[in-house]
């Protein structure tokens, strides 16, 4: 069974890294955007209870000072929503450490952790401008896989 | 596939090379006859395991065989037969003849490593790796697995050092590059990027500090960029040779075994083309490997291991069959800790996965290093042992999947001769004579150039505190973000004895526009620059070390054969002259690719010299920014017409002319002399000329500083008749600024009588940056100006 934890920034706790998305979707060309809502993404693999994966997002995943988080994946209205994941073909460093602080936590060890860069974002500009943007960016074929919902 | 193999003994020549095509090996068709040869001999087929075994031995990589086959040189009308190879006719040569009894042990495992310290106690390992090819694909990884292989390198050599320092060295275009790019390229902004917050994220994690470097940029870097990594360690004497020994136990330790990083020595062997393999790439987890340090570190104080090597191109093939190569090994891949279940034997065998070494472990001590390597939480698994056979024996359970003899395996790889040609260019004497106005205005230009200017948004995202131990940082002055020369580290993390103020300096040469015209000059300025850095921090350079990087295009191409047999001349000629022996080196070929109109495109020819030297007490040590108003400046070192290829030169589309010819006797006996005056506490600050020369320098002094400089040309030597501006921006080697007192002028004139050196001018309270020929004012520059000329640009 999978289950997703979506992490995000308390309002204005994440503007550092808005500003970077912004100015490196910019700087090859994609202009005019209106807001961008930045997240991670943990998709977790096992058997865990909602109450477990509570558990998870509230005492390990989420800094309840700068961050809050959702079971589930986030689907705001009116953006569109790029997902980046490390290739399952390729370790994914970050989810093996979270896979064993899972266990660490007191909850039995997942099967797997995989963790993924997620950004929703609005704007005067096409799927296809951003998808071009995205690719030029924050995705390397190489290594990643991503996908661009919404709209 | 299999069934290729079954006829393997039969195929012909074109088969075998479409065979080793498919499966890519790497091995040219002279290999494929040999290992075909070999299996006809002992009357069978090879197992896929068994070629994917030979295909990572005999790698470039693994094997250098362009530095070890013979050559045929045509240097214009001279011809030259180089029978032993440039390795042994070249750095080896050089190191055997220096025979410097302070080096401990030099290009047998894997770093070099030289007496470190009073009383013999301590040793220092130093190893600069490249990993070009992976950075070219996936930058970030690229960079962050370079990182964690060289740090390896060190836990590895001997038995094992504590890692103290990282350097990082790197060759980018420029980040606004405009050209058009090939489909699968990367921009090289995404690489600068990507290689940068790969070492940093890897080096910061490992509480390592990453206090020396380098960037230069070129167009020619767009597709291959060259991304050079090292790690300097302090062990004890004790630990510095290993043995294996007979019935002792193979034990792996570290990251877990998966599929990616397969074929990683086989793909650093060959051109990067479209469809470079996604597996040969992979991600470094770098709380893994500071696992595997710490737990190394107990092990080897505890002398539980005979002997450890890291798992690095070729995997557990390379690093057990390296082990096993005098006495033989025998193993079973199935007690292999993995990744993934789906993996085949021959994969398990041959993968990169990262975080694992090798120790070889005497059985009564496998429960005191079982105890051990729980504690760190650090996985192990016990493969197998060492035996007496002279063969490497893997099984996969009961399947014996490798049965080869140490002799073909480490012995039979065939000499080739390769074709080396070099045609001297024609150079000429440069003009550079602007009315005296527009000097400011170069400099300003020279300090902003790409080549020159402040790498500080680079150097800030290292961590170069971690460990406490650093005492001259690369960003240096009152402001602490003026261009060092060199890194000054006080070890004391790994000796523990906090009243020993011994250290050492870390730098770096490096300069591919010089090879553009001569590549034998490049090698000497390398050398050159890379002894001039560390004398300006007061590092005693009588006992400078060297490490040789060479990164080069394809060597089937003989131009550029010629230009590495130059390249390798020039070290052994600049080894020998500044008594300094290569400790290690490494080479890297097949650094090109297709351009986006389908033409080949190599980096331009590269070598990095790293150079350390010992600095007895690192309270002594000396910075580059200017000291105080009233202080004298002195110029030590002859400035010639050497234009050619200089930062001036390139702004000014200045082409053709002699670039820097170095005269190394004479620059080391100057070096000498100043080494002398700053053992006696004469020299207050010292700053090498390098890119922007005469001109730059004083700039980078007096803004780190915070001081002005009142300069007369009247008396700089100089070499024949020069007009300001070359006298200005010339670019030759072996020239040092020094600041001192006035009330040691006559000291200093003693110290360094002999060499050739003259008062230039005093360091002045005001913020002007003065330079005059006689009366005639040439520059006048606000220092402040001129700083933020050389923060303006862009690195990343």
């Known amino acids: 069974m999978e289950s997703f934890v979506e992490v995000f920034y308390k309002k204005n706790y994440g503007d550092r890294k808005i500003i970077r998305i912004k100015n490196r979707l910019a700087s090859v060309g994609l202009k005019n955007i209106k807001e961008i809502i930045p997240s991670t993404i943990y998709k977790i693999s096992g058997d865990y209870s909602a109450a477990q994966i509570k558990k998870i997002a509230q005492n390990l995943l989420t800094d309840p000072v700068l961050e809050t988080n959702q079971i589930g994946l986030s689907k705001p209205k009116d953006f569109y929503k790029v997902e980046v994941w490390i290739r399952d073909s390729s370790t994914d460093v970050v989810g093996e450490s979270v896979k064993y602080a899972v266990a660490a936590l007191g909850e039995s060890l997942p099967l797997g952790v995989r963790v993924g860069n997620s950004f929703a974002i609005k704007g005067s500009f096409t799927k296809p401008q951003l998808e071009a943007a995205v690719k030029k960016t924050f995705v390397n074929e190489v290594v990643n896989k991503f996908t661009i919902e919404g709209f | ?796």
């Open chain 2, 1 to 796: 596939m299999e069934r290729k193999l079954k006829d393997f003994t039969s195929l012909s020549a074109s088969a075998l090379c479409a065979l080793q095509g498919n499966c890519g090996w790497s091995l040219c068709e002279a290999e494929m006859l040999a290992a075909q040869k070999y299996f006809k001999t002992i009357g069978r087929a090879p197992t896929q395991a068994e070629m994917e075994t030979v295909a990572q031995t005999w790698s470039e990589h693994c094997k250098h065989k362009t530095f070890n086959d013979p050559i045929s040189f045509q240097n214009g009308n001279k011809k030259e037969l180089i029978k032993e190879g440039l390795f042994k006719s070249t750095v080896y040569k050089a190191t055997k003849k220096l025979n410097k009894k302070w080096c401990l042990s030099v290009f047998k495992d894997n770093a070099g490593v030289i007496e470190f310290g009073k009383d013999k106690k301590w040793a220092l390992a130093f190893k600069a790796e490249t990993h070009n090819h992976p950075c070219a694909v996936e930058p970030y990884g690229g960079a962050e697995t370079g990182v964690g292989g060289v740090v390896r390198d060190i836990l590895g050599v001997g038995l094992g050092a504590k890692p103290v320092v990282n350097t990082d060295i790197f060759c980018f275009a420029p980040p606004n590059y405009s050209k058009k790019l090939p489909p699968a390229a990367l921009h090289p902004k995404r690489i600068i990027n990507g290689v940068i917050d790969g070492v940093r994220d890897y080096g910061n994690r490992l509480g390592i500090p990453t206090a020396a470097g380098a960037v230069w940029y070129d167009d020619d870097f767009a597709l291959n960029p060259l991304v050079f990594v090292g790690t300097i360690g302090i062990m004890p004497t004790w630990a510095v040779h290993k043995k294996v020994y007979p019935g002792d136990l193979v034990v792996a330790i570290g990251g877990r075994t998966g599929r990616d990083g397969l074929h990683g020595a086989t793909f650093s062997s060959a051109v990067i083309e479209d469809a470079s393999e996604v597996s040969a790439v992979q991600i470094g987890h770098a709380i893994n490997e500071k696992k595997v340090l710490d737990a190394m570190m107990k092990l080897q104080a505890k002398k539980l291991y005979r002997a450890v090597t890291d798992c690095g191109a070729g995997g557990f093939s390379s690093a057990i069959g390296e082990l096993g190569s005098e006495c033989g090994v025998n193993i079973d891949l199935k007690k292999a800790i993995l990744k993934e279940s789906k993996i085949q034997p021959w994969e398990i065998w041959v993968s990169e996965s990262q975080e694992r070494m090798i120790l070889c472990v005497p059985p009564k001590n496998l429960k005191a290093v079982e105890k051990i390597l729980k504690a760190e939480d650090c996985e192990y698994a016990v493969l197998g042992k060492f035996t007496k056979t002279n063969k490497l024996e893997v099984y996969f359970g009961k399947d014996k999947i490798v049965d080869l003899d140490n002799y073909f395996l480490h012995g039979g790889v065939p000499k080739i001769v390769r074709r080396a040609i070099w045609q001297t260019p024609k150079l000429k004497a440069s003009k550079l004579n602007l009315p005296a106005k527009k000097y400011g205005e170069l400099l300003q230009k020279c300090l902003a150039n790409l080549n020159a200017c402040s790498r500080e948004a680079i150097i800030r995202q290292y961590d170069h505190e971690v460990q406490g131990g650093t005492v001259v940082k690369p960003l240096q002055g009152i402001k602490h973000d003026g261009p060092g020369d060199a890194s000054v580290i006080w070890p004391v993390s790994a000796t523990g004895n906090q009243k020993d103020f011994n250290g050492f300096a870390v730098s770096h040469g490096i300069n591919p526009e010089i090879g553009k015209s001569d590549p034998y000059q490049m090698a000497l300025n390398c050398c050159d620059e890379a002894v001039r850095n560390l004398l300006c921090v007061g590092a005693d350079i009588n006992k400078t070390a060297f490490l040789d990087n060479f990164c080069w295009g394809s060597p089937e191409n003989p131009k550029l054969m010629g230009a590495l047999v130059l390249t390798a001349k020039g070290c052994y000629d600049g080894a020998l002259a500044y008594g300094a022996p290569f400790i290690s080196g490494k080479d890297s070929f097949y650094n090109q690719s297709k351009d986006a109109a389908g033409k080949d495109l190599p980096v331009p020819s590269t070598i990095l010299i790293s150079a350390t030297a010992p600095v007895y007490d690192v309270r002594r040590a000396i910075t580059m920014d200017l000291k105080e108003a009233g202080n004298d400046l002195y110029i030590v070192g002859l400035t010639k017409d050497e234009l050619g290829r200089s930062t001036a030169a390139q702004i000014l589309g200045i082409k053709d002319t002699f670039v820097p010819v170095v005269d190394a006797k004479s620059a080391l006996a100057a070096y000498k002399k100043i080494y002398g005056a700053m053992q006696k506490g004469l020299i207050k600050t010292a700053h090498d000329l390098s890119q922007g020369g005469l001109a730059g320098a004083l700039a980078e002094m007096a803004f780190s500083g915070g001081l002005g400089a009142e300069i007369n040309l009247n008396a700089l030597p100089c070499k024949g008749k020069l007009s300001d501006g070359q006298k200005l921006f010339s670019e030759s080697a072996s020239r040092i600024i020094l600041e001192a007192s006035p009330k040691d002028a006559a000291a200093i004139s003693k110290a360094l009588k002999g060499s050739v050196f003259v008062k230039i001018g005093k360091v002045s309270e005001g913020k002007k940056l003065v330079v005059k020929y006689g009366k005639k004012e040439i520059i006048a520059q606000d220092i402040n100006k001129l700083k933020k000329s050389w923060q303006s640009t862009a690195v990343m």
